[in-house]
Nanobody, 117 residues
């Protein structure tokens, strides 16, 4: 069973930055696609960004140019650097992993990000 543990959330002022981290207990981490989702109160969980095993990245339009996803396969880590944060970025952020070999997905427990003056 793969476990994902996020960290790095918190309270930040508009315009500030946060870096989320996610560590995975996975033997084949380098084969997984990894992603970050977020869920605001009263809303569905939505994709923010993902990175493939070949380090191809994709961002949803609201975060393009402000967020950067990256991975460190040696450390089984994936990161989300969030800059120029806005109040609408406030949400619980979830780490996501997709094992394409087993066609199975995994989720972290989430970390709260609050952007407020």
């Amino acid at each position: 069973q793969v476990q994902l543990v996020e960290s790095g959330g918190g309270l930040v002022q508009p315009g500030g930055s946060l870096r989320l981290s996610c560590v995975a207990s996975a033997n084949r981490f380098n084969e997984y696609s990894m992603g970050w989702y977020r869920q605001a109160p009263g809303s569905e969980r939505k994709l923010v960004a993902f990175i493939t095993s070949g380090e191809i990245t994709h961002y949803v339009e609201p975060v393009k140019g402000r967020f950067t996803i990256s991975r460190d396969n040696a450390q089984n880590m994936v990161y989300l650097q969030m800059d120029s944060l806005k109040p609408e970025d406030t949400a619980v952020y979830y780490c996501y992993a997709m094992d394409h070999q087993l066609n199975h997905e995994y989720w972290g427990q989430g970390t709260q990000v609050t952007v407020s003056p």
